[in-house]
Every structure is written in structure tokens, then in C-alpha cells.
């Protein structure tokens, strides 16, 4: 893929920018189709009707990249429980003690993972007499006002032809940095986001827990793409929401088959215990949008449950995608002739010449050539617009997934040029500089103060004014006491109007008898 000038625009017209984003959605589902069974693949915020309904076990993306500060490294990011809501207490957002968070490394290409770092973690509550998530502010990771925390092992196993060869643990009883539930009960939350960064023996470094979800897409393409009239575009339908993260750095020997084949296949999977206490996979994630966009819904569950080396059966999904044909219905923006062996050539081999294995065997996996350095400026657009080091080999954080997929779905690779996007060209939050590079998660007292409160005057401070007779302020000023005294009485005409009408109800409904 040759560098290709993003300046101008390809096709004039929100409507070709809005049908670029639709289409980079449904693109970036579509090259990465064949995915494995066993395993929950591609930017999957309910993506599939079984996953939908448990999301402690949905994978949401994974990322991998070579880390621009550590380049010996490779960085992996996968995410979990999509659409966190960062006010949704009192039960906030835990990693499930019953499931086994899975990271699968393919070094030969064959579509078999020859290693696998396995997550498992267990929840504590100090107090069950409570209802708190924290019954005071949260100043470390081991503070008595945590109410619940979470630790977690790390265990690398090593595998051949799916067997396994030998397992052992990288990291024991480590804890996670909790949900932020607000300023108050976190007043300094980088702090503990800090204290959760450990060590992994052999090398290396992990982190787990909650971060601001870092895609950046405007998801509203399901309203029959973008409401049919591309009135619907250009708002980041993730912005404000969080996921749980689970971050991995290691040196990248040591997930490499040689120095000689640096291309590497990376996916996340969970599996969940049965009623019987065995573990069954119900999710699965490598490349972004795949599950979500490509495959239909018949195929969606049985995609999650399966693994990469099994992908051949969803390979229709990928040459016959059905994104293009509606852009094509309601947009009129002719789709490129099928079969699209280009998609399957990018997103389910690999780049020739970039970061396609010898001997590949077609599978969905997020491949990353490990020999190329980091970009000193990265392009949002990564190898379309010339950055070798971004998607889609690997994928960064700040790669524009979206537009790419996008404009490669309605045929970049096979003489269409297009310029289609989503008009969402990066994240809300500035990512991190150093490991684990995911944004702080927004806090669940994000919202604005009061109206006409400042800095120091907050909401604490007017009531306790409030509760002052009149002209006894400290402030020495009645009007703030004045204003909620009559904001109270207001309150009390509404209870007794409630009232009131009860009152009125219920001897309607007596002479109704």
C-alpha cells in the first residue's frame, strides 16, 4: 500500500464523509471476517446477542504496537465491559472473579497461538455491612476506605500445536486500580493508577484497570447509516464512557519466533466457567469492527466461541461483505466488484512485504511486524497514508481504525480512491506518553458545578449557609440563605400539590366504585 495524499477530498460533500464513515465501520468489520472460534474479536461493544447480555466477559479492542518509549518492548492493550458509565455505582466496574482473560500470541503464522498470557483475578470486600464502594477518600491502592478491591495473577503458557508445553507464573496477587468514582473519593486517581504499574518476572511490566475507553468512532452508523440522509455524523459515541483495561509490556524477544520472523498475531479472548466448572470461550477480539460489521448475525455467537485456525468457515463474511452494498442502496457510491480478495489479503494475512508471516495461514489476527521502529509522528491514518508503524499492522491508539477500514472496504487497494470517514479523527482525551498509555478513566463527578458556584463556595458551604437564620451568614450576605430558604418552601408547596392530587386520585377513584 502506497502512501496516499489525505489533503484534499477524494469526493466532495458531507455525504461522502459521512458514507466513509459508515463504510469505514462496516470495512474494518469486513477485511478482518474470518475470525477464530473461540474468541471474541474486533472493537466489539455488543456486538453479538449472547456476548451483549454478560459484558464483565465482551471484550471491546485490543491494540498492539511497538512502544515508541521502550522500542526493545511490544505493548499489548485488550479492554473489557463496554459503555461503563462512570457515575453507575454503588456497584462499579470489576473484572469477573469466574473467567480467564486471555492473550494469544501467534509467532509462525500458522493461526495457532504458541503463547498465551492468562489474567485471572479475585474480588475482597473489607465490609460487607455496607453498601460503599469506598467509605472514605482513596489515597493508595491498599487504603482501609477502599471497601472492594481486586488482585490478579498473571500466567504465561506456552504452547504447541495447542497443546500445552509448560506454564508458569509472571505475576502473583497484583492489585487493580479501581473504578474512579468521583474528585472526592479519588482525589488524586494518577496517583493510583501509578501504584497498580508492577513488574512481571522475566521482563517486562502489566496493569489492570479502569481507563477512559480509547476508540474514537461515531457509532450512530446503525441508524440506518447515519439516519439515511447522513444527518448523523462527527460525534465520538464512546467519549465520556469507560472500559476495564488490561495492559501488557514485554520485551519483544520474547514473543517472537526469531529475529529473523518478527510478525507476530495477537488476539484477546475470555472464557467463562460453567455451571460444571469448566471454562468455555464467549468472546473473542483481534482486529476492530470485525464481529460488529462483518460477520451477520447468525454467525456472530458462533465467531466468539470459535478460534483463528477455524476462520475459513466465516471467509464469505470477508470476500462478499455486505457494508459496501448498502453505502452502495442508499448512497449511491458504487461498491467494488467482488470476490474482495484484497480484504482478505490485508486483514486476514497480513501486508505482503510489511507484516505478512512466511507460510501464513489466512486467520483473524491483529498482525504486527515487531521490526518497525515507532514513528516520531504518527499518522492517524498509519500505513494508507504512508506510517509503516500504524494499523493495519498493529494498532495504536491514536490510529484512526474507522476511516482506514473504511476506505480500504470501498476499495483503496483496488483503484477506488476515496477520502471516507466518520468526521471523529481522535480521541477526547490525550493518551499517555509511558506505559500503560490508555487516558485516566472520566470520573464519576465529572459534571459541572452548580450554577453560580465557585471555586471554594460549593454546594457543602450554601447549605450549611442555608441552615442559618437569616442575616447570621458567615458571609455576612442573607441572599444565598434567602434564595434556598424560598427554594425549600417551593419544595414544600410541590410536596403538599403531590399530595394533594393523591388525595384527589383516590377519591376519583372511590366514586368510580
Partial sequence: MSPISRNGAGRSGVATLICGALAAGGLAAAGVTALEPEAATASSHREAPLISGTPQYDNTD??????????????????WIPFEEPAGGPNFYTFADDAQYDLHIDNNGDAQGELLFRYTFQTHTKNGKTFLYNTGPVTSLDDPDLNVTQTYDVELIKLRDQKVVSKHKV????????????????????????????????????????????????????????????????????????????????PTEMITESSGQPVVGIWSTTQRKNAQGVYKQVSRLGNPLVNEVVNPMEDKDTFNADSPWNDAQFLDNVTKPELPKLLESIYKIKAPKEPRNDLVDVFLKGVEGLNQPPNVRPAEELRLNTSVKPAADPKRLGVLDGDNAGFPNGRRLTDDVLDASLQVVEGELVGSKNDLGDAVDANDKEFGTS??????????????????????????????????????????????????????????????????GLLWWRRTRSGLR
Fill in 62 to 79: 485490543v491494540y498492539a504496537f511497538v512502544s515508541p518509549d521502550r522500542p526493545d518492548t511490544t505493548t499489548i492493550v485488550a479492554n
Fill in 171 to 250: 505475576a502473583e496477587d497484583v492489585p487493580v486500580a479501581p473504578s474512579h468514582v468521583g474528585e472526592a473519593s479519588m482525589p488524586d486517581y494518577g496517583n493510583l493508577r501509578d501504584q497498580a504499574v508492577k513488574p512481571l518476572q522475566g521482563g517486562g511490566q502489566t496493569f489492570a484497570g479502569q481507563a477512559d475507553d480509547p476508540f474514537f468512532l461515531d457509532l450512530r452508523v446503525f441508524d440506518l447509516l447515519y439516519g439515511g440522509d447522513l444527518s448523523e455524523v462527527g460525534r465520538d459515541t464512546l467519549k465520556g464512557y469507560n472500559v476495564n483495561s488490561l495492559a501488557l509490556q514485554v
Fill in 435 to 500: 506505559f500503560p498509555y490508555v487516558a485516566e478513566p472520566t470520573a464519576g463527578s465529572r459534571g459541572p458545578r452548580a450554577k453560580g458556584v465557585e471555586d471554594d463556595n460549593d454546594v457543602r458551604n450554601q447549605l450549611g449557609e442555608a441552615l442559618e437564620p437569616t442575616g447570621t451568614s458567615s458571609s455576612g450576605d442573607s441572599d444565598d440563605t434567602t434564595l434556598i430558604a424560598a427554594s425549600a418552601a417551593a419544595g414544600a408547596v410541590g410536596v403538599a400539590l403531590v399530595g394533594a
